[in-house]
C-alpha cells in the first residue's frame, strides 16, 4: 500500500514523497491525526531508506574482511600452539565470530533474493535449523568473551594457582559445557519459528508458525542471557582486573621472572580489549533489539520508528566487532607479525626462514637440532655426514696429540704439554659449511721429539 495515495492531510508531506517515493511503498500509514508527529516519522523513514542503501555494502564488505581475520587469527593461535587456556578459548572466538558473521549477516542478505527466501518459507525445517542457528551463534561467541574474562580474573586474583586450575584440558571441558547449556537454550526455535531475531534489521520476516506464550518466556530469557547478562558480568570483572592488576603484578614480582611477568600482562592486555571492544560494540545492538523486542506494535510510532533507524547502526557496530579482533592480537602478540609476514612470503613464493612455533614435522625438527651450520648469515640444517667427518678429525686430533715416547719422563711430557698448540676452530663463509682446520702436528710432534733426545743426551754425557 503506497502512503502518498492516502495520505493528504499536510502540505508538506508531499515534497517528503517527491524527494523518494521508493523509500514509502509497501509501508502501511500510521494511525496519526497530528500533522506535525506525522512529518517527524516520515523523515525518520526517508533516513531509514538512506542508510539502508549504504548499509548492504557496507555489511557484505564486512563480511569478507571479517571471515579473511578472523580464519588468519585461527591459523595464527592454531600455529602459535600454545598449551593454555587462553589460546584454547582465542581459538574458539575466531571460529565463533567467523560462523556468526555468515549465519546472522550473509544468510540475511543472500535472503533479499526472492528465489533464496521463497526456499526458507516454503521449507518449515530449513528455516527452523536456520533459527537455531541464528540464536546459537548470537549467545554462544557472547559467553565465550564472559569465560575468558573470567579465567584471566582468575588469573589476576590467585596468580599462584592460575596455572593449576585453568589447562589446556579444562577450557576444552569448559567449552563443551557451554556448548550444551547453549544448545539447551535454543532448542525452542525448533518449535518456536519466531525468536529474538524476528524483528530483522534486514527487512526479512520470520517463518510463519505458531508462537507459545511459555516460548515468549524462553525467548525473552534468551534475550536477557546474549543482551544483558554478559555485558554486566564484563563490566563488573574488568573493573575488578583494572583495580587488581597493579596489585598482582607486584605480588609476582618475588615469585615469578620478568619473562613470566611480560607474559602475564600481555593476556590480560589482551583480554581487557577485547572486553572493552566488546562492551562498547555488543551493548547498543543488545539494547535496541529488547527494546524493539518490548514496544513493538503494529502501528508505527515516533519510538518504534527511531529503534528501527538506530537498529541499522548498532548491528553495523556488532558486525565491526566480529571483524576486528585480529588488530588485538596483532599488538599484543609478538609471533602474530612473524607468522604474517611468513604466511605473506610463502603465498608470494618467496622464501623466509622466520620460525612459527613449532617444526613442520618431526623429522624436519630432528634434522634441525642434529647439526647446523651458518650461510649468509642465516641458520640452515647441515648434513648428518659432516658432522661425523667433523667428530672425526677432533677425534683423530685428539688421538695424535696424546700419543707419546714410553721412553720420555714426566718431565719431558709436562713441557710437550706446554708445547702444544691448541687447534683452530675457522668458520668458512661459504656453501660448504664449516671446516676445522687443525696445526701441522706430525711435524711439531718430529721435532719436539728430536730435541728431547738431545736434550737426554746432552745431561747423560
Not at 557496507?58 to 578472523?70: D, E, K, Q, S
Not at 537455531?132 to 586474583?157: N, Q, S, Y
Not at 519459528?193 to 534489521?201: A, F, N, T
Not at 577485547?274 to 562492551?279: D, G, T
Request: charged share 15%; aromatic share 12%.
Amino acid at each position: 500500500m503506497n502512503i502518498s495515495n492516502q495520505t493528504n492531510i499536510c502540505q508538506n508531506i508531499d515534497l517528503i514523497f517527491d524527494t523518494s517515493s521508493k523509500c514509502f511503498n509497501d509501508i502501511s500509514p500510521p494511525n496519526i491525526t497530528d500533522c506535525d508527529l506525522m512529518i517527524v516519522i516520515y523523515r525518520l523513514i526517508l533516513i531509514d531508506c538512506y542508510i539502508e542503501r549504504l548499509f548492504f555494502p557496507t555489511a557484505a564488505t564486512l563480511i569478507v574482511i571479517g571471515t579473511i581475520l578472523n580464519l588468519f587469527s585461527l591459523f595464527c593461535f592454531l600455529k602459535i600452539n600454545k598449551r593454555n587456556s587462553q589460546n584454547v578459548y582465542l581459538s574458539v572466538l575466531a571460529l565463533g565470530d567467523t560462523l556468526n558473521l555468515h549465519v546472522n549477516f550473509t544468510i540475511p542478505i543472500l535472503r533479499q533474493i526472492d528465489i533464496i527466501d521463497d526456499y526458507f518459507h516454503n521449507s518449515s525445517i530449513l528455516c527452523r535449523i536456520n533459527g537455531f542457528l541464528t540464536e546459537f551463534f548470537l549467545i554462544f561467541p557472547t559467553w565465550i568473551v564472559v569465560l575468558l574474562t573470567f579465567e584471566r580474573l582468575i588469573c589476576v586474583l590467585r596468580p599462584l594457582k592460575c596455572h593449576s586450575l585453568y589447562t589446556h584440558k579444562r577450557a576444552k571441558i569448559s567449552i563443551f559445557i557451554l556448548i550444551l547449556i547453549v544448545i539447551c537454550l535454543c532448542i525452542y526455535r525448533f518449535f518456536d519459528l519466531k525468536g529474538i531475531d524476528q524483528g530483522s534489521v534486514f527487512s526479512i520476516v520470520a517463518c510463519d508458525g505458531y508462537t507459545y506464550k511459555t516460548l515468549i518466556i524462553i525467548r525473552h530469557l534468551n534475550l536477557i542471557i546474549w543482551a544483558i547478562l554478559p555485558e554486566c558480568l564484563t563490566l563488573i570483572m574488568n573493573l575488578i582486573i583494572i583495580y587488581n592488576i597493579k596489585l598482582a603484578t607486584q605480588n609476582f614480582q618475588p615469585f615469578y621472572s620478568q619473562a613470566r611477568q611480560a607474559k602475564f600482562n600481555q593476556a590480560t592486555k589482551t583480554v581487557l580489549l577485547i572486553s572493552i571492544l566488546f562492551l562498547i560494540f555488543h551493548t547498543p545492538t543488545g539494547i535496541m533489539i529488547g527494546l524493539n523486542l518490548i514496544y513493538a506494535t503494529k502501528e508505527r510510532t515516533i519510538g518504534l520508528t527511531i529503534i528501527l533507524v538506530s537498529r541499522k547502526l548498532t548491528v553495523i557496530l556488532y558486525e565491526i566487532s566480529l571483524c576486528c579482533k585480529f588488530f588485538i592480537y596483532n599488538q599484543t602478540f609478538r609471533n602474530f607479525k612473524d607468522i604474517f609476514y611468513t604466511s605473506v612470503s610463502r603465498f608470494t613464493r618467496h622464501t623466509n626462514s622466520a620460525k612459527l612455533g613449532r617444526p613442520r614435522s618431526p623429522r624436519n625438527h630432528a634434522r634441525y637440532h642434529l647439526t647446523k651450520s651458518f650461510q649468509s648469515g642465516q641458520i640452515k640444517s647441515n648434513t648428518i655426514y659432516r658432522a661425523k667427518e667433523t667428530d672425526l678429525l677432533v677425534h683423530q686430533q685428539r688421538k695424535d696429540s696424546f700419543i707419546t715416547i714410553t721412553s720420555i719422563s714426566r718431565a719431558s711430557r709436562d713441557q710437550q704439554q706446554q708445547q702444544r698448540q691448541p687447534f683452530t676452530f675457522k668458520m668458512m663463509n661459504n656453501n660448504d659449511s664449516f671446516k676445522i682446520t687443525l696445526p701441522q702436528t706430525p711435524i711439531l710432534l718430529r721435532r719436539y721429539t728430536a730435541d728431547t733426545r738431545m736434550a737426554i743426551s746432552n745431561n747423560n754425557s
